[in-house]
Every structure is written in C-alpha cells, then in structure tokens.
C-alpha cells in the first residue's frame, strides 16, 4: 500500500454524522435508556474523580492539585488516572450530571478514533469504502468498546490514530499534541504502547527511517514540554509512592490472556453469546473483530507487499504478547515489568486488524463488494457490542448515597472511614457478574466509593499510594481501631464486617463508631488548656485559629508530601513529620493562627514548561514557511 500518496477527506461533517449514529446503536442503553454501565473501577475511581472535579473545577487561579477523600491526603492532579490534567476533562467536569458527562466522552473519543483512522487509510492511498472498514473496526471492535467503564483507557486509546495519522503527515507540532494529549487522557501504559510501536514504525521505515526517528524525537519532546505540568508532578508521585519501578513477575503479568481464550476471541464468531466467562476483568482482556475482518487482513496480508506483511506481523506478535505469562519467557523480560495487564498489547493488535482489513477489501476488485463487506462487519461488531459485560445501572445507583453514606456524612468533615483488611479482602472477591454483586458493593461503601459524597477515607484505592500512608495503614492494621494511630488519623467509623443477607440479599455492614477521634488539626499532648478552630477548609488549604499553654507540635492529620507550606501567624514556619506520616509544626504557648497550604514547585515549574512550549508551537506554526 503506498503510504505517501494523498487523497481528500470529502464531506466530514456528513460522516461524523453517520459515525454519531452509528455510536448510538452501539450504546443503546448509555443513549435510549439512559442508564450506565458500572464496574468496579466506576465505583472507586472515575465516578468519585467526576463529583470531585465538578465540586472543584479547574480554573487559572485554581488547581484540583491535592485530595484529601483519599488515603489520609494524596496528590490529585499528579495522578494521571484523575484526569485532572485532560483538557476536555476541565469542561466535560461542569456538566451537571454524570449521565451526560459520560455521553460525551463515549461519543467524543470514537468520533475521534473513527474519524483519523478514516483520515489516515485515505492517506494511504485507500479508496472510501477501504477507508469506512478501517474506521468501523477501530470506533466498534469488541476491545474498543469493552474500555468504556475504564474511561481513561477508552480515551487514551482513542488517541492512537490521531497519534499514528499525523506522524505518517510528518507534522511535528500536531504530532506533539496528540501524543501530549494521550498522556493527558489518563492511562500511561497505552501512551507507551504508542511510543514503542513508533519507534518499531521508525526503525523499519527504509529510506525515511532518519526523518522517522527525528519526528519521533522532536515531536516527543515537545508532547513531553505540553504535558510537563502534569509530568513533572507525576515524577514527584512515583518517587514517593510504595509502587516499584519494575513490579514483580506476579504482577507484571495480572490479566495475562489464557491461550485458548485468545484463540477463541480471535476465530469464534460472536464468542459472547456462547461462553461470557473470562479469565480477568472483562474490561481488560476482552478482543474481539470478527471472521470477516480477520479474513480481509489476511488477504492483505497475502496480496500486499512488504508493509502489509511487516504489519500482520506486529499485529500477531502484539497479540502473542498479550498471553503474558502463559508465553515462556514474558516474565523474565524485565523491560515488560514496568507496567500491568499484558492484555493491554492488544490495543496495537485491534488497530493492526483495522488498518489491515481495510487494506484488504481496497484490493477487492469490485466496488460493490467493497460496501458489502463493509457492511458485514459493521453488523457483525454492532450485533457483538449489544452483549452486556457488565450491569447497566440508572443514574441514580451513583448518586444516591448508601445508608453507610448518609450516616457517616455529618462527621465527614472532621473525622474519617476506615475499612478493615478483613472487608478490604472480602470485597476484592466479590463476585462482579450480577446486579446484586454490585450492590452489595455498593451497600458496603466499597473504598474510595465515598469520596463521591464528600467522606474522607483513611485507606483507599490507589494505583500509587504513597509510601507514608502505605507504612501508617500497615501498623493500623496490625494494631486496630482501639490504638492511637486510629484516633491519630481521625478514624470515627470502622467498617469492621460485611456478612450477606440471603443468597443474593445486600450485605449486612458491621459498623463500629468511636468518640475519641482526633479533629483534622490537633495538640499532639492533647491538654484541656489547649483548643483549636478550624476557620477554613478545603483541598489543598486549612487555617485554624490554635490556642495553647505551652510549647507543643500541631498536627495536621493529612499525608506529609513535598510542596506543603505551613505559615504561623502568616510567618513561614518550619514543618516536620509526625509518626512518620502526618504534617506537623511547632508552637509556642499563646494564641496563633496556622495556615497550611499546598502549592508545589513540581506544578508551577511543570506549568511554566507546558505555557513554554505551547507557545514556541503557536509561534513555529505561525512562521512556518
């Protein structure tokens, strides 16, 4: 296929019209029922994120920079899985309902998908009806479509032909903002992905690999200067967090795809609707494009020249990848340690099938037939998108609170909730296949669920937990609710048990409460001459009005982390650590007013880059020639 050669993208608007419709039918429950699809990682983590960016959006004066629902204190912004740091994400976090914010994240992201990978078969010399296969596989192949309750991983793949479309145009700055934007999207394994199938794309080029490495280079340096605000505090993040720079063998290899369950997703035509079963998270591990699409890869393969070749090859080696560790020698490869869920590999498989096919049916030597097949696979992927994964849910299954929920929201704002290892465990294994399994979770508050309603939480769900928290959960949990780390962290209620109720009845939550609780801002000797007021709250910032009879430490019972600045009578104070954890200063008998404020040098210096770059791009495309 010659990928040099140009043609127009005739009547767009027309087919991102089609391509709306086409995402409807796709959805039918997300457009026509209004409900949602809920999983696990809805309940702990995008759905919470979403509420906490709507109650504080970004603005120029201010930053979603910390959180303190999570794990004692965290940074927010820092993480990218927050998508704090997305673009659309500081806009899609203002709409007043989830429903619709999800909406338009589905309908956006496969717009963009379908709509550069249509751009760039057309530029590879690809007639429109090759070009509408390619789009079709990529907006609706079953691996596409089952990321949409991982709504950063849907994003960021979403972002692989636009990548992939304008390093095949040579154009740098594009390039950069694609790539940068990917990061942004929230999943970093997929922008990995994307870097490393460039360099491979590069280093195979023939005659361009030069000016291929070189766009490689100066497009990625640039992407990396767009997205430094994000970046540079994401560095700080993994410095200080428990999680290794390479993980072990056993986690390397979480959602590794089983040989016969990839065969079967590969050649079983509508697999789902014989066996739903898999081994891992449906949203990860499911694949699925179908016999035709597979057969017109084939045949490009077949009939084509040394690219197509080149790329069926990548494609199947991306897939046998993706066997993790049932392939010999993956959880050896150190280099394949950094990230988890070797499932991810099919990513560049589901875009390899997609360029391929179409590559296939732009050699069927009748036009007709090439609409025919065209429409097959439409129907076939469509008809395959219909089958649940997962339970679909009104809104209302997130928005309304638990009774869990409801009681413990009065004390939010002083005291925390904490789950025991025990219900931490017994809800892992929870069963995620029917609508009462997730309403068991729900009922339990599982962790990081409550952030949605504004509970601050003493251990939580956390890719990247930070090491102080990590060592301060550890003792907590060796030494139980009755000791004075429980009372240090502010921990009123103890969520100490959950037994069913029936076979598929809610669970019954066993609930401790204790008095004693430690306020947010608080004497470490804890006298009776002492008082303090808290005079404001919020993410980032706490001031309070302190009052002791003698000289002793202050402790502010969030997470000790580079970048907080606490004031003493609006005077910068030195801080120190208290049991290793929480931040703490020293004050003299009397009163005082404390002020502890979060403002990182990692964001502004991140955020002084990224302004940088963006404007020697604005200036570069303006004066270029």
């Not at 429950?29 to 702990?44: A, T």
């Not at 360099?199 to 490689?216: N, V």
């Amino acid at each position: 296929m010659d990928i040099s050669s140009r043609k127009p993208d005739a009547r767009p608007f027309s087919l991102l019209l089609v391509l709306f419709a086409l995402t409807i039918l796709a959805w039918p429950n997300l457009f026509l029922k209004e409900q949602l699809p809920v999983d696990g990682n809805v309940l702990r983590l995008f759905y919470p994120n979403w509420v906490f960016l709507h109650v504080h959006p970004p603005t120029l004066s201010q930053w979603p920079l910390w959180n303190p629902y999570r794990n004692m204190g965290e940074p927010f912004l820092a993480d990218p899985q927050s998508l704090a740091g997305y673009p659309p994400m500081w806009w899609l976090c203002r709409l007043p309902s989830y429903l619709g914010f999800v909406r338009l994240w589905i309908v956006g992201h496969t717009l963009l998908a379908g709509y550069f990978t249509r751009k760039w078969l057309l530029r590879s010399g690809a007639d429109p009806a090759a070009a509408a296969v390619s789009m079709i596989v990529v907006a609706f192949n079953g691996y596409f479509i089952a990321h949409g309750t991982l709504l950063n991983h849907f994003a960021s793949a979403a972002f692989v032909p636009v990548v992939f479309y304008y390093f095949s145009a040579r154009r740098t700055i594009a390039f950069a903002v694609a790539l940068a934007l990917q990061w942004l999207a929230g999943f970093p394994p997929f922008c990995y992905l994307t870097v490393v199938a460039l360099a491979i794309w590069s280093l195979s080029a023939g005659t361009a690999r030069r000016d291929c490495l070189r766009l490689l280079l100066t497009g990625g340096t640039l992407a990396v200067g767009l997205a430094a605000f994000q970046i540079i505090p994401f560095a700080e993040l993994f410095i200080h967090s428990a999680r290794p720079i390479l993980l072990s063998a056993a986690v390397a290899t979480e959602f590794s795809e089983p040989t016969g369950q990839l065969l079967r997703m590969l050649v079983v035509p509508q697999w789902m609707a014989w066996s739903r079963d898999l081994t891992g998270d449906q949203a990860v591990v499911s694949f699925y494009v179908g016999p035709v699409v597979m057969l017109a890869a084939v045949w490009a393969a077949y009939d084509g020249g040394r690219i197509e070749r080149r790329l069926m090859l990548g494609t199947i080696a991306c897939a046998l990848l993706s066997l993790g560790s049932h392939l010999p020698g993956y959880a050896q490869f150190a280099p394949l340690h950094v990230f988890r869920f070797p499932a991810n590999w099919l990513l560049l498989s589901s875009v390899g099938f997609a360029i391929l096919s179409g590559w296939g049916v732009a050699r069927l030597p009748d036009a007709r037939w090439k609409w025919v097949v065209a429409a097959l696979i439409l129907a076939d992927l469509l008809t395959f998108a219909q089958y649940g994964r997962t339970p679909w849910f009104s809104p209302s299954f997130l928005d309304e609170p638990p009774p869990l929920a409801q009681s413990s929201v009065p004390g939010s704002a002083t005291h925390r909730l904490y789950h025991s290892p025990a219900v931490v465990e017994r809800l892992a294994q929870q069963g995620s296949k029917t609508f009462n399994d997730w309403l068991q979770l729900k009922d339990a508050l599982m962790p990081s669920y409550g952030m949605a309603f504004g509970l601050r939480e003493a251990s939580s769900y956390q890719v990247m937990k930070l090491v102080r928290a990590a060592r301060y959960q550890e003792r907590l949990a060796a030494q139980g609710p009755s000791s004075a780390l429980a009372r240090w962290a502010g921990i009123s209620t103890f969520v100490a048990g959950i037994t069913p109720v029936g076979s598929a009845g809610p669970l019954r939550v066993q609930v401790l409460s204790t008095a004693d609780a430690n306020p947010p801002v608080f004497f470490e000797s804890n006298s009776s001459a002492q008082h303090t007021t808290i005079a404001e709250s919020r993410p980032g910032t706490i001031e309070a009005r302190v009052s002791t009879d003698h000289r002793d430490t202050l402790v502010f019972s969030e997470v000790s982390y580079p970048g907080w600045v606490v004031r003493v009578d609006g005077q910068r104070a030195q801080g120190s650590v208290f049991q290793d954890t929480f931040q703490s200063v020293q004050v003299s008998a009397g009163d005082h007013v404390v002020r502890f404020d979060y403002a990182p040098r990692t964001f502004w210096l991140g955020f002084a880059i990224s302004l940088g770059t963006l404007g020697c791009s604005v200036v570069a495309l303006r004066f270029r020639p």
